[in-house]
């Protein structure tokens, strides 16, 4: 049955998984048991964007969108003074677990399709959307709430599929649609590309976010060789890792 509504969508497509896996669900030690500073730029994304974090450290107050199980910021928790998780998807199960060993990481499910942050303006030094964007409908209204919500000076850290990267290139020469999305969110990939309703190259992504206040300061790729594929990430990198700063007005 087809669904116009995203909200529905995610919480069928998630809603089993949530009641069922989730039981016994532990948060990933390679996040929870380290500190910021031990991080290291690697080929895994969490543990390099927690790398690049860990030079603006510490913190007043972080908010991770699309924070799904929660257990990416409780590294950031350890030099935050309050910490902020938000999801499309109720993921109560998790988010109540981590909210029980660390009394200062909040969630929250909200649609940002359907409405703003539940936040005040200028509220947070830091904001993370890992593999979001592309999932929205309306990327404008996302990146003007991520820039409305920064401080001045304030950090925010974007990843995204890369459209550009020379296997999806070289796809396209072929007449292969490329896919974009993990392996486990190909849902009938033929007509829908695991859920990603945009498309993004470095170039795209860094007018969109300037056109909000934001400039980038760093551009970076995940997967193996990562830390050389950096250097022409546009080409070489399989998704973007966008460190970005707001402008002071």
């Keep these: 049955m087809t669904q116009s509504n995203p909200q529905q969508y995610y919480d069928q497509h998630y809603n089993i998984s949530n009641k069922l896996a ?3 669900w532990q948060p990933n030690p390679q996040l929870a048991n380290r500190n910021l500073k031990d991080f290291r730029i690697t080929s895994n994304a969490q ?5 690049r974090i860990a030079k603006f450290a510490p913190f007043a107050k972080t908010l991770d969108i699309g924070c799904s199980a929660g257990d990416f910021i409780i590294p950031i ?11 499309i998807v109720d993921f109560s199960i998790a988010w109540q677990l981590v909210s029980s060993q660390y009394n200062n990481i909040h969630f929250q499910k909200i649609n940002l399709d359907e409405s703003n942050l539940p ?9 993370t959307m890992l593999m979001v964007l592309e999932h929205v409908f309306d990327v404008h209204h ?45 849902e009938n990939k033929s007509e829908w590309d695991g859920q990603h309703l945009h498309y993004f190259t470095l170039n795209s ?19 193996k060789l990562n830390k050389i594929r950096s250097y022409y990430s546009s ?14 007005i």
């Design 22 to 24: 989730w039981e016994n």
């Design 77 to 87: 928790s350890k030099v935050s003074d309050q910490s902020y998780g938000l999801d």
């Design 205 to 223: 992504l860094k007018n969109l976010l300037n056109q909000y206040n934001l400039s980038v300061i760093e551009t970076l790729c995940s997967g």
């Design 235 to 248: 080409l070489l990198g399989a998704d973007l890792i966008i460190v970005a700063q707001k402008n002071e």
């Design 119 to 127: 936040f005040v303006d200028t509220e947070f030094d830091l904001v």
């Design 142 to 186: 996302a990146i003007k709430e991520v820039s409305r919500v920064l401080k001045p000076n304030g950090i925010a850290v974007i990843q995204v599929p890369n459209i550009a990267y020379l296997k999806n290139r070289l796809e396209l020469l072929m007449g292969i649609l490329p896919c974009t999305s993990n392996f486990e969110d190909r």
């Design 47 to 51: 543990e390099t964007v927690l790398a």
